[in-house]
């Protein structure tokens, strides 16, 4: 059975199997062989893949494998196959603007109830000295505003739920 | 570094910061004699200036008539006009609001609409077009008048392949007055600058004369005190007054490692009355110096601010590092994107940029997305290496805040594989023989 680990947004399905000098990987059509990890401490090992040696630093988090191999920083997510089967089968979801990026709702622009077109203007937020408008992703009506003027929000948060039209 | 911290609270992390009375409050309790306001908040406050003046405390910095004149941009600059440097042409709101865009028109495009009040890029707007002016002049007062409670506005001519060149300076009480050579600070995103060094690889000997002695002429007029940085934009062999600077600025370590004069130290000196210890010819320039700003934010996705925790911190060696951020920490939304700067010291530009190459590559910081793989690859860039650049280089290079997500993959995947405990599992599951013929189970 495959594995699923996601890179930058794109999911990359994989599996290990055993072999005499540790394991093969399993990536797409290719076999990469073999692969080992010695631990030098609790956040730095060398990585050997197909007769190379890298020194790796990482940091795990939850689903998230934080790694530094030759200079490059990548996060990579385990896709947890439980938690892929319970968000999964959501066909009723309703259409979101989400947070781009952590920060403040400066100001809001639309209300409740309201029909907005693809492309307006949902609400200001601001980061870092940044402001960024939220834009509707398709046509709808707004159902609810999630972030209130002056609260505050992380990354990926829903900041406002639309409806479709006539539903 | 600090042998004693005082906890300051607001309404906002911000608001705390900008609170006069509780900052002066705390320096008294710890029975602080001078006071040294930092960079970015209350630094360019002439308010708190005095207040903490008036408290009995010394002020570490220019006299708040400096900070007056100089922090009002358009007072500024008249001012500089007024005494004979270059200035760019301009039109300024208040001199008569009701004529304010017809002036505007008159100076030519392209124009850059520009706050009179505050900085870090905040408000400001490059217009090309003239048809977009009134809308542009409209966003820049909201966002101006939100973040300095002030909604004045002025225009300036926009330069086309303008590099961005600042003079610092240095004065004490008794008159004297000396520059510590010139800081190119053209590599920048949003108006924020990434990348400083020192020498300027766009100044001839005679032109680097020309400016550094135009800065002490200005601060001069000004009757300038203490440390402070005289901004100019560069064009064509031409220099024109920016602004001045009435703090110290973040990308002085540059100029310290290559005069090997401690800023803060000379600040100090100054602010206690003593006269300057070297004259300007004792001053010179030793190397090249290039300082990274490790900025928490996302180059590949229009550099949005990243937020995390500092899950593991490694600096690397043979740099100088400063730092505001240790391993457990909470990075937040809070503040400037700012996390660390490295700066590199070498006899040469290149030897000074492969060191910061070496040094940005080693560092490991790990759970919080920083623009660590932007400045390797803007330091690997023929046209940054060549010296060929300004200050809309990285936005005509936009591959340079690419990520390529493809390179080293397979090591990224298979170390991920191999730390992850269920996926080992189910391999050693597997007896070899099975695993052996291959994906047939799936």
New interface residues.
Partial sequence: ???S?E??R?E?R???????QG?????RDQV?AP???THHSE?SGI?T?AGES?P??????GDL????????????R?N?PLRALTSSNDETRPLIARA?????V?ATTVSPGQSVSAGMALMMIE??????IIRSPQDGIVDRIHVKEGE?F??DAVLVTLSEEGR | MADLAIPISGRTPVASYLDIAQIIAAAREANAGALHPGYGLLSESAEFARAVIEAGITFIGPAPVAIELMGDKIRARNFVQRNGFPVLPCAIEEDDPTTFVARAHAVGFPLLVKPTLGGGGKGMRIVRDPNSLEAAIEQARSEVRRYFGDGRLYVERYLEIPRHIEVQVLGDAFGNLVHLFERECSVQRRFQKIIEETPSPALSPELRTRICEAAVGIARAAQYQNAGTVEFILSEGDFYFLEMNTRLQVEHPVTEMVTDVDLIAEQIYAAAGCKLAFSQSDIASNGHAIELRLYAEAPERGYVPTTGKVLLLEYPDGVRIDSGIMRGQDITPAFDPMLAKIIAHAPSRIEAALQAHRAVRELVLLGCETNASLLARVLADEAFLSGQFHTGYLEENPHLAADNFATGLSAFLASAALLTRPVRASADAVPELHAALGSWRN
């Fill in positions: 059975m495959y594995h680990f890179v930058d794109v990359h994989l599996w290990l199997s055993t072999s005499q394991y093969r990987l399993h990536l990469i692969v080992a990890f956040s990585l893949i890298e790796v630093r990482f940091a795990i988090d494998i934080h790694l530094h191999i030759r200079g490059r920083t990548r996060i990579v385990y947890d781009p990026m952590p920060g403040t400066v980061s870092m000295k940044l402001e960024t505050s992380e990354r």
